[in-house]
């Protein structure tokens, strides 16, 4: 035998003996003095019979959450007030750094004014006064996610403020007109009525909660 073949044999028999030795039949300590423990298996703990997470949620926890608007009919509006004058300051404090002077663009997003009547063409231009069919959709989206850098931060009467400022931008309001939760929905859109409805089978569902069909 070869030197070589030799010096492997007595490698691989001397890492099964320490193998060996490492873990005897059983548990109890190995060659070293550790203690391995049993070789069977661990115990089980018992489960509690059901989760128990988290607490009941009442209305009341729900208020600050639940600021959703139908808004074909301002249904879901909060109180509050703003004119086109109280909008224009709070635009200019807020807004123009991404949506630019006068709302033409700026240098996060492009222009929201124009494009009234596009819609109709093959160069269409996406803004609120084109593309909306009703106001209480501008303030929404106002409330829910402006400003960019600290959406939720503008009171009622600042997003009732701006949204009338925007849509006279539009030329969709008067210089001295003034919106709040009444109003708003009042306010024509040009493209109300360029919208299809969507009659699928699958959007008619009926919420179930118990004996469901």
């Known amino acids: 035998m070869s030197s070589a073949r030799l010096k492997f044999l007595t490698v691989v028999?001397?890492?099964l003996g320490l193998m060996s030795c490492a873990a005897p039949p059983?548990?109890?300590?190995?060659?070293?003095?550790?203690?391995?423990g049993s070789s069977g298996p661990h115990p089980v703990q018992p489960l509690p019979d059901k989760p128990r997470f988290g607490q009941p949620v009442s209305e009341a926890d729900l208020v600050a959450w639940n600021i959703d608007i139908r808004t074909s009919d301002g249904t879901g509006l909060p109180p509050g007030?703003?004119?086109?004058?109280?909008g224009?300051?709070?635009?200019?404090g807020k807004c123009i750094a991404c949506h630019g002077p006068d709302a033409k663009g700026?240098?996060?997003?492009?222009?929201?004014?124009?494009?009234?009547?596009?819609?109709?063409?093959?160069?269409?231009?996406?803004?609120?006064?084109?593309?909306?069919?009703?106001?209480?959709?501008?303030?929404?989206?106002?409330?829910?996610s402006m400003p960019m850098d600290a959406p939720q931060t503008l009171t009622a009467n600042d997003v009732y403020a701006v949204s009338a400022y925007l849509l006279h931008l539009n030329g969709l309001l008067p210089?001295?007109?003034?919106v709040d939760q009444t109003?708003?929905?009042?306010?024509?859109?040009?493209?109300?009525?360029?919208f299809l409805l969507d009659d699928r089978p699958d959007v008619r569902a009926v919420r179930c909660m118990t004996n469901c069909k």
Do not use: C, H, W
């Open 13 to 15: 028999l001397a890492g």
């Open 26 to 36: 059983g548990g109890g300590k190995s060659a070293s003095g550790i203690n391995l």
């Open 81 to 86: 007030r703003g004119s086109v004058a109280e």
């Open 88 to 92: 224009r300051k709070v635009y200019e």
């Open 106 to 144: 700026g240098s996060m997003y492009g222009a929201m004014v124009g494009g009234i009547g596009s819609f109709t063409t093959n160069t269409r231009v996406v803004t609120p006064g084109s593309m909306y069919p009703y106001a209480p959709i501008l303030f929404d989206y106002i409330r829910r």
């Open 175 to 178: 210089a001295d007109a003034v």
């Open 183 to 194: 109003n708003l929905a009042q306010v024509k859109m040009p493209n109300r009525d360029g």
